[in-house]
Nanobody, 121 residues
Framework: QVQLVESGGGLVQAGGSLTLSCTAS????????VRWFRQAPGKQRDWVAS???????RYAEYVRGRFTISRDNAKNTVYLRMSTLMPEDTALYYC???????????????WGQGTQVTVSS
């Protein structure tokens, strides 16, 4: 059973920082790419950032320069370092990844359960 588990969310004041973690567990051959999304109440789920195995990264315009995505392949963990947080960054943050369980397995997309980030003004 493959799972993605996010952690690291919480309440922070505007201008502060948080680092989210997304850890994959289970039988995994490859996990690539890994993405972060976020969803504010009453709004659609938006893509935030992506990272692929060669550490190529991409960011949504509204977080570029403030957020940094990174990965530790040995730990099957991807991080999202969030700095200069603003109240509009308040959302449930989700991890998403394409995972292959064996060399010949079909690649499937997995979602975590989300971790709440609340930024107070």
């Amino acid at each position: 059973q493959v799972q993605l588990v996010e952690s690291g969310g919480g309440l922070v004041q505007a201008g502060g920082s948080l680092t989210l973690s997304c850890t994959a567990s289970g039988s995994i051959f490859s996990i690539d790419p890994v993405r972060w999304f976020r969803q504010a109440p009453g709004k659609q789920r938006d893509w935030v950032a992506s990272i692929i195995s060669n550490n190529y990264t991409r960011y949504a315009e509204y977080v570029r320069g403030r957020f940094t995505i990174s990965r530790d392949n040995a730990k099957n963990t991807v991080y999202l370092r969030m700095s200069t947080l603003m109240p509009e960054d308040t959302a449930l943050y989700y991890c998403n990844a394409d995972i292959r369980r064996t060399r010949t397995d079909t690649e499937l997309q997995y979602w975590g359960q989300g971790t709440q980030v609340t930024v107070s003004s």
